[in-house]
């Protein structure tokens, strides 16, 4: 998971975590690969297994977050 937190604000007594990202840099395959929603799912259900509703609650308020703008957007307010 630290590989994936470039640009995250990291305590200061976290060197280990520092040491991580300078060492790893993220790699991203350009172009970027199809996005498989039925896997997606399908890993979500085996893993969260009776929390999964919870979590497909969580991740629908999440990604409105990330995306404020284009909401805004599209809402108009």
């Not at 590989?3 to 305590?11: F, R």
């Not at 259900?45 to 995306?67: E, I, R, T, W």
Request: net charge neutral; aromatic share 14%; glycine share 6%.
């Amino acid at each position: 998971m630290p590989t994936y937190m470039n640009g995250m604000n990291i305590p200061v007594g976290d060197s280990l975590l520092k040491e991580c990202l300078r060492c790893t840099p993220l790699k991203l395959d350009v172009p970027l690969q199809h996005f498989d929603w039925q896997e997606f799912i399908d890993k979500c259900k085996a893993f969260m297994k009776d929390n999964f509703y919870q979590f497909v609650m969580f991740l629908s308020g999440g990604l409105p977050a990330f995306h404020y703008q284009r909401v805004l957007e599209v809402v108009g307010r």
